[in-house]
């Protein structure tokens, strides 16, 4: 699916741009951020209860499709942990460290190229038994933060380079899509043979101006 960014996100931006640097792009499922409709919506699945491990179930299922697909795609989950952060300063490099020799190939179509997994701090939903003063107990959910499971699952896409999609693994099941645009003009310099030189993030020689400036008004 081909999306022209710039007229996309055009009528939602109140000041003059010219090109993008870094794009995130938020989802959510739509009803998601209120108890009652967690409750509605675990009923449709088939629950008659709202407790901790109802939610887990959720969760465990998402967990499983994601190390499934990573199976199958043949790419590797790694955890992120302190080793990791205080060697990259951040996930991206870590992915363009670990990854150079897939990353400079040029690929024709979209692939995955690792999933990393990460313990963040993010809003969601748990459930606590209450007892009333007539001692009649029930089930009541709550909005809360907590720390939990998030997914970054890089991808090489034939369009934007290397980018990711996050998802959370808890409700309301937050997603989350990064691009950089000086990746998506590597890719695209790459693709039409055009030399260039970098230093970290930013362009020190680019061999087509007048490509590299067609590409950013565009």
Request: proline fraction near 1%; include cysteine.
């Amino acid at each position: 699916m081909k999306i022209n960014l710039p007229k996309t996100l055009a009528p939602h931006i109140s000041f003059k741009y010219t090109s993008f640097d870094r794009v995130v792009l938020r989802g959510y499922i739509q009803g998601l951020y209120k108890e009652g409709s967690v409750i509605n919506m675990l009923r449709n699945l088939g629950f008659n209860k709202h407790s901790n491990a109802v939610l887990r179930i959720l969760t465990d299922q998402l967990n499983s499709h994601i190390q499934k697909t990573a199976e199958k795609l043949g790419v590797e989950v790694h955890w992120w942990s302190n080793t990791e952060k205080k060697k990259y300063h951040s996930k991206i490099d870590f992915i363009q460290d670990k990854y150079k020799k897939e990353l400079s190939k040029r690929n024709k179509k979209s692939k995955v190229i690792g999933i990393i997994k990460a313990i963040e701090n993010t809003r969601t939903f748990a459930n606590k038994e209450i007892t009333t003063k007539k001692g009649k107990k029930f089930t009541k959910m709550y909005s809360t933060n907590k720390f939990v499971s998030q997914y970054y699952i890089y991808i090489d896409d034939q369009e934007f380079g290397l980018c990711y999609l996050k998802l959370s693994s808890y409700i309301p099941f937050v997603s989350e899509f990064y691009f950089n645009g000086h990746n998506y003009l590597k890719k695209q310099f790459d693709k039409a043979g055009k030399t260039y030189t970098m230093k970290d993030n930013s362009f020190t020689k680019v061999e087509d101006i007048d490509l590299l400036n067609q590409l950013v008004e565009d």
